[in-house]
């Protein structure tokens, strides 16, 4: 690929997922092509494995809210060959539906003038809430981030439900206390986990352990 046409597929990749990020944020205007923001994701993802991009867990803190997912679908190259998963064709969540992810670290992360280390916050926590309506649901657990891969691994091992005022259950997950020391020692492949190919200061993009895309926008 020549360097024009790589700067001219950076240039169409961030002003896509800016224009999508813009709508999350605001819910003005026409959403984008899913089809678009779905190739700009997979450009984002090529861009930061050409250029070896590394992050670090204290650039993940904070609350984020999922705009936008793309699941994944089996597809044959050809009508005998066996099937392959492939990226689903995305879709923007309904505003009626609140799903944000929150991290936190078990240490102080490093200070705005201070370098950060990549093992200044690598484990943390993680808070996955789903709204809808009244009714809300917490899943808590351990995280644990991985900076060769950017993958940040994770699981849960409590819950939380309410309905409004009313606390419908909170408390350990079957197995919390086990899962949470089985944790410690896991290897990445044992557990769930995002790796991250695109982190700013106003949205987070991820490929799943499954296969499919996601985007959040800072909370």
């Known amino acids: ?14 002003t896509l997922l800016s224009s ?26 090529k861009q930061s494995k050409r250029e070896k991009q590394h992050y670090q867990y204290e650039q993940l803190l904070g609350t984020w809210r999922l705009g936008f997912v793309s699941g994944t679908q089996m597809k044959r190259s050809r009508p005998n060959a066996k099937p392959i998963k492939t990226v689903g064709k995305g879709r923007f969540l309904p505003r009626l539906l609140t799903i944000s992810i929150a991290y936190t670290a078990t240490s102080e992360p490093a200070g705005m003038s201070e370098p950060v280390s990549a093992s200044g916050a690598e484990s943390g926590s993680v808070t996955n809430s789903v709204t809808f309506g009244a009714l809300n649901l917490q899943l808590q657990g351990p995280t644990r981030f991985w900076p060769n891969t950017n993958s940040l691994g994770f699981d849960f091992t409590q819950i939380q439900a309410s309905l409004g005022p009313l606390k419908l259950y909170d408390g350990a997950m079957r197995g919390g206390t086990s899962k949470n020391e089985a944790f410690k020692t896991q290897t990445l492949k044992d557990q769930a986990f995002f790796t991250y190919f695109l982190v700013q200061a106003e949205c987070i ?5 499954g296969g499919g895309l996601a985007l959040w926008v800072r909370q």
């Open 20 to 45: 999508a990020v813009a709508y999350l944020r605001t819910g003005q205007g026409p959403a984008p092509e899913p089809a678009e923001v779905v190739t700009a994701l997979l450009a984002a993802e």
């Open 205 to 209: 993009a991820a490929r799943g352990k």
């Open 1 to 14: 690929m020549s360097a024009i046409r790589f700067k001219a597929i950076i240039t169409m990749t961030s």
